[in-house]
């Protein structure tokens, strides 16, 4: 009966006599002297399983490396890699960035770095196959800029001027304040949905693409400025 051993085929037995690993060994009857066999194996393979996921304007090239092996996704989806068992390694992943782009890069739930240059990489846990494999997710999320303005700063201010989203993501909170003897009458985006059009203060949601928003003043109305005497002119006839 030939030995088993979890996560290894047994490949035959080296040894006295053997010029190359056999499966069974035969010992004549009458034989002398010393022997000494080993086991040989060989390591079986298992599947690394790795899921994409792309939350970005323009999809970019994905590139997984494992063990020296690269495949690539050109958007979303799934790429599989035989490892074998009890090899222990760190994946990599690899993307070229879209010019001007910037991006968020997520191993499964780990800690994200963000990236906004070719070829940028972030390493995933080190693991031990197992002969349950492994599988494991990657997430590359575009961080988009939404910029904050006023129609015009002497009748009010915005804040921030400029915020970071991801994609599909909403905004911090955007707060308009209006200048004395003005007040605020609404917001507009370039994109996006806008929490609040009336309130001072609203977010952006579900953000695809970098988005201006803008907060609107005017005077009041009624509105009489303080040289309202001036302002008025009485007329009659004669």
Do not use: C, H
Request: a neutral charge; glycine letters at 8%; proline letters at 3%.
């Amino acid at each position: 009966i030939n030995p088993t051993k979890t996560g290894y085929t047994f490949v035959g037995w080296t040894g006295t006599g053997l010029d190359s690993a056999t499966m069974a060994v035969t010992i004549a009857k009458g034989s002398t002297g010393n022997r000494s066999y080993t086991a040989t194996w060989t390591a079986n393979n298992y599947k690394y399983t790795v899921t994409v996921a792309q939350n970005v304007e323009t999809a970019t090239t994905i590139t997984i490396v494992a063990n020296g092996i690269e495949k690539t996704i050109a958007a979303s989806g799934t790429v599989e890699f035989d490892i074998p068992y009890n090899t222990t390694f760190t994946p990599t992943v690899k993307f070229a960035a879209q010019s001007g782009k910037s991006y968020n890069l997520v191993w499964g739930t780990s800690a994200s770095k963000t990236a906004s240059t070719a070829d940028s990489a972030i390493s995933g846990s080190q693991i031990t196959m197992s002969t349950s494999g492994a599988t494991a997710t990657v997430t590359l999320t575009e961080i988009l800029t939404v910029t904050v303005a006023s129609n015009d700063v002497n009748m009010g201010t915005v804040s921030p001027s400029s915020t970071t989203v991801l994609y599909g993501g909403t905004t911090e909170t955007l707060t308009a304040t209006a200048s004395t003897r003005y007040a605020f009458t609404g917001w507009g985006t370039t994109a996006g949905t806008l929490s609040s059009t009336t309130s001072t203060t609203t977010t952006l949601t579900n953000v695809t693409t970098n988005a201006t928003v803008t907060a609107t003043f005017g005077l009041p109305k009624p509105y009489l400025s303080k040289n309202w005497k001036s302002d008025i002119v009485i007329s009659g006839g004669s």
